[in-house]
């Protein structure tokens, strides 16, 4: 099983500020690694494909860079509505599709 | 637009059953496989298992199998989840997820979760 690590837990950023989350792999997941957001109650939504293409009407201050074992996330100034949680997941090797366990983006 | 919108929350004894259901719009149903995700109370995000919608065969992850069944209706584009001899430790929002057509591991689109509470 492919162990997905995500550092910081928790990402104390203030409003237009950048933030910068990191995601490692245990072994190569080549380019195959989604970044979701989740709000508080709400259901995950894909953010980032392929490590590095953003989906469908995702706003353009989220990038994802990264490929192999080594990813990150970056929103480049963060709005109000961007506080949440975010979770990498690799699509590369399977059983089973794996996630790292978030980091909580929040308002310092 | 693509809608999977499931069933509403449950409270179950524990040993009891719940079937937690998920229905597809927007899109050819059979074309794209339904995965479960499992979200404990405060927890993170676990992937359980996806079933083909095409032919029906589900895989379970570790952990999922035996007491967690997924099953299909193709005649009303409906996923469903199916947990017996329910415990405590089940106790998690489900959701359901659809399989992108190119990369079945990538969840493009997610149902809005189903809160599942055992509880004596």
């Known amino acids: 099983e492919i162990v997905m690590t995500q550092s910081p837990a928790t990402l104390s950023v203030s409003p237009g500020e950048r933030a910068t989350l990191s995601c490692r792999a245990s072994?190569?997941?080549?380019?195959?690694l989604a970044w979701y957001q989740q709000k508080p109650g709400q259901a995950p939504r894909l953010l980032i494909y392929?490590?590095?293409s953003r989906a469908t009407g995702i706003p353009a201050r989220f990038s994802g860079s990264g490929s192999g074992t080594e990813f990150t996330l970056t929103i480049s100034s963060l709005q109000s509505e961007d506080f949440a949680v975010y979770y990498c997941?690799?699509?590369?090797?399977?059983?089973?599709?794996?996630f790292g366990q978030g980091t909580k983006v929040e308002v310092k | 637009q693509v809608q999977l919108v499931q069933s509403g929350s449950e409270l179950k004894k524990p040993g009891a059953s719940v079937k937690v259901s998920c229905k597809a719009s927007g899109y050819i149903f059979t074309s794209y496989a339904i995965n479960w995700v499992r979200q404990a109370p405060g927890q993170g995000l676990e992937w359980m298992g996806w079933?083909?919608?095409?032919?029906?065969?589900?895989t379970s992850a570790q952990g999922f199998t035996g007491r967690f069944v997924f099953s299909l209706d193709k005649s009303v584009s409906t996923a469903y989840l199916q947990i017996s001899s329910l415990k405590a430790a089940d106790t998690a929002v489900y959701y359901c997820a659809r399989g992108n057509i190119a990369a079945a591991g990538l969840f493009d689109y997610w149902g809005q979760g189903a809160l599942v509470t055992v509880s004596s």
């Open positions: 079933i083909n919608t095409n032919t029906g065969n589900p």
């Open positions: 072994e190569s997941v080549s380019s195959n």
């Open positions: 392929g490590a590095s």
């Open positions: 997941q690799q699509y590369n090797n399977w059983p089973p599709w794996t």
